[in-house]
């Protein structure tokens, strides 16, 4: 075997909004530091991406990188609300994985190839990559983009928490704490686990999944997580005794925007988006006509969805509470048969004096805006550190996933907002709300602004998350040129 490749990394996303958007970001670090990289995007995905970004041209200026597709099976033609996450998945198990394997064993980016990739930087969830790192002689290093909150209760412990009996729940208890998960037991209820705990079904596919990634990312050489280390001092010293090589690299998407920014000339291309949706930037002038830190901005994301109830009780209650409210509905989002001509005439009236809606908003420069003051969320983990970042304390919705453990993170421990979790009532969306913006009367704008500053010092030149993206940097270029060690 040749030791004296050139490092090349190879960063493979699940073909999603939120971490093809943060696996974006990383390749571009990466390629900032002369690192090769090869970007292995899912077709489904890579469509809506090309078609809304400027990402071909952008990543253009850097000779080091390449974008490379591989077939998913999937066929939808725009991307797929969260109901749909497990059909993706499947469609890329059933068809991806094979091609996958046979690209890094045999194949294009294997050692025996022209261009070998020296190390993989898969998505955690990904986990049969890394038995297919072992097969081809190429380390991993895992990168997971859920929070590390959710990773450590409720992937990491998946195992654990079954084999004390935890997971399913006996009975219907949802207040009961979680008390076998080291570091939390004061903290998690079981309500506040990722949602696929709550399934009575230990053969459900995601239980499946998440119990295969909770063996499997131990095995890795790494873990890449986005977050920084005062954010998650409470659980990083237990995971560190699982997974004991872990990067703390958050918030990314500045760490990202302020290397890049560094580095880049004023004539290049300074916008960032990596959306799947077309970003309506006219909601940035609206927001330039309202005064400091009046305005919740709401938004679920790219994959939650609500019902037309639900979105009625949100809205009077946004509404109800009288700021003035920046909305995001993306196509598809709200389920049930939607209709404006059933819409209380008050309500569309009320709406169009204080509100503007669009249908994908630039929502990290929505969130940096100077006229917000909360944000109404789902609690999705990007969603959640660009809110941290910039000081803005929320009011959570969770949806699935990791947003459970979130949202509860966002009240008990970051003390940032108030966890609304499954409940939908118009009359607590308006207290939650009032709760979050009256900066004068609550705690979350001292504790919003303390997270803030601590995000801001971990991405300076000597901050936690800049040293350990140089670590990352160092690691891979030595790795790259040390015999393949399968432990
Ligand atoms: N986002 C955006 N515009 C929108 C809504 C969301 O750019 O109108 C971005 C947001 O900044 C975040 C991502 O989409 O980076 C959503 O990721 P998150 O992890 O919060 O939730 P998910 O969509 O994965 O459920």
Request: glycine letters at 6%; proline letters at 6%; charged letters at 20%.
């Amino acid at each position: 075997m040749d030791h004296t490749l050139e490092p090349h990394v190879l960063i493979f996303p699940i073909p999603f909004q939120g971490p093809v958007n943060c696996a974006l970001k990383l390749a571009e670090l990466l390629c900032l530091s002369g690192l090769h990289v090869t970007f292995l995007n899912t077709e489904h995905i890579h469509r809506p991406l090309l078609r809304h970004t400027q990402v071909l041209s952008r990543f253009n200026r850097y000779p080091n990188f390449k974008f490379q597709t591989i077939p998913d099976g999937v066929e939808h033609e725009k991307p797929v609300s969260g109901d749909r996450f497990m059909e993706v998945m499947a469609a890329v198990d059933a068809v991806t994985k094979p091609l996958f394997r046979e690209m890094m064993v045999s194949g294009g980016l294997s050692r025996k190839s022209d261009r070998p990739v020296t190390v993989m930087i898969p998505d955690a969830c990904f986990s049969f990559a890394i038995d297919i790192g072992i097969d081809a002689s190429i380390p991993v290093i895992c990168f997971e983009t859920v929070s590390p909150c959710c990773l450590w209760t409720s992937y990491l412990n998946l195992p654990t928490l079954i084999e004390a009996g935890d997971v399913p729940f006996k009975g219907n208890d949802l207040d009961q704490m979680i008390t076998s998960v080291p570091g939390t037991e004061h903290i998690t209820r079981r309500r506040d686990l990722a949602s696929f705990c709550r399934s009575d079904d230990l053969s459900n596919p995601v239980i499946e999944l998440i119990v295969k990634e909770a063996h499997a990312v131990p095995r890795a050489h790494g873990l890449i997580l986005n977050t920084f280390e005062e954010l998650d001092s409470l659980i990083l010293p237990h995971m560190r005794k699982l997974c004991p090589n872990i990067y703390t690299i958050g918030p990314l998407h500045t760490l990202h925007k302020t290397q890049l920014t560094a580095k880049i000339t004023s004539s290049q291309e300074t916008t960032f988006s990596n959306s799947v949706w077309k970003e309506d930037r006219s909601c940035i002038s609206w927001l330039d006509n309202q005064d400091p830190k009046t305005v919740v901005y709401v938004s679920i994301g790219s994959l939650a969805t609500m019902t037309v109830e639900q979105l009625l009780e949100i809205w009077h209650g946004v509404v109800n509470s009288g700021k003035p409210f920046l909305w995001v509905r993306r196509p598809g989002s709200i389920t049930g048969g939607y209709d404006e001509s059933q819409i209380p005439a008050k309500l569309l009236a009320r709406t169009k004096e204080i509100g503007c809606i669009v249908e994908w908003a630039p929502q990290e420069d929505v969130l940096a805006h100077s006229a917000i003051g909360g944000f109404l969320t789902h609690s999705g983990w990007n969603s959640t550190i660009e809110s941290i970042m910039e000081g803005v304390p929320m009011v959570c919705w969770p949806y699935f996933v990791d947003q459970q453990v979130n949202s509860r993170f966002v009240e008990e421990v970051w003390k940032l907002g108030v966890d609304m979790k499954d409940t939908c009532d118009r009359l607590l969306i308006e207290k939650a709300v009032r709760d979050i913006m009256d900066q004068k009367h609550n705690g979350f704008t001292k504790s919003a602004n303390t997270w803030a500053n601590l995000a801001k010092d971990s991405i300076t030149k000597m901050g936690s998350s800049s040293i350990q993206l140089g670590r990352l940097i160092d690691d891979i270029l030595v790795i790259s040129s040390t015999p393949f060690d399968p432990k």
